[in-house]
């Protein structure tokens, strides 16, 4: 089983639309949650980080849910702009300095 | 601030051949990180550093070695290339503590023919 798993969309919205994205994990232990942006053909880059109580920035809301194990990511007003591939990192139980990605879910936001 | 710096940013090699993945950070992080991300597979960890001096083994380390003689450099070797071994090379840094996430470097895409 992998650590991170994700749905790998894609996800095809229109501009304005709020889309949710979830992203599971396998280690209950897991302490760190991360979600990441990679633009075609370039590096992750840090989204947010998640935090237990949940956490906004912006148009970006993150959410974690310890009991199902699963964190999620929601946008509001997408623009064309958050096209992308989302994704979600976590830390491993065994060594919280190694962290999982999961594949990305891609998203599409069209005119 | 340059951040992390990945040299080089394309190479092509042929089987058998070898050569070294340089990841430069400027940011005193300590811990340094080789990942390679395949379509459909997302970012595998290759070997990993939490300071200078220290190396570890990730997910995928066979045919790789690395280095970290000083701490501001990550080294990535293959030493004899092979066509599974195509992919695309991130390096990432990140500050001590698990609620850091990482910076990357902007990859380096390698094929071996």
């Known amino acids: 089983r992998k650590e991170v798993e994700q749905d790998p969309g894609p996800f095809n919205v229109p501009e304005g639309a709020t889309v949710a994205f979830n992203c599971t994990y396998s280690?209950?232990?897991?302490?760190?949650f991360f979600w990441y942006r990679q633009d075609c053909r370039k590096e992750p880059k840090l989204l947010m980080s998640?935090?237990?109580s949940g956490n906004e920035d912006g148009r970006f809301t993150a959410q974690l849910n310890r009991a199902s194990q699963y964190i999620s990511l929601l946008i509001r007003d997408s623009k064309l702009s958050d096209s992308a591939t989302y994704l979600c990192?976590?830390?491993?139980?065994?060594?919280?300095?190694?962290?999982?990605f999961g594949s990305g879910t891609k998203l599409n936001v069209k005119p | 601030n340059a951040g992390v710096t990945q040299t080089p940013k394309f190479r092509v090699l042929k089987t058998g051949q070898s050569m070294t993945l340089l990841c430069a950070q400027d940011?005193?992080?300590?811990?340094m990180y080789w990942y390679r991300q395949d379509p459909g597979m997302g970012l595998r960890l290759i070997h990993y550093?939490?300071?200078?001096?220290?190396?570890a083994k990730g997910e995928v380390p066979d045919g790789y070695n690395v280095s970290r003689l000083k701490k501001q450099n990550f080294l990535l070797g293959l030493e004899s290339a092979a066509p599974s071994q195509t992919s695309v090379y991130f390096c990432?840094?990140?500050?001590?503590?698990?609620?850091?996430?990482?910076?990357f470097g902007s990859g380096t895409r390698l094929t071996v023919v």
């Open positions: 990432a840094s990140r500050l001590l503590g698990g609620r850091y996430g990482y910076t």
């Open positions: 280690n209950s232990a897991s302490q760190s």
């Open positions: 998640v935090y237990s």
């Open positions: 990192v976590v830390n491993s139980r065994y060594n919280f300095n190694k962290f999982y």
């Open positions: 940011m005193n992080h300590e811990y």
């Open positions: 550093s939490v300071g200078e001096g220290t190396t």
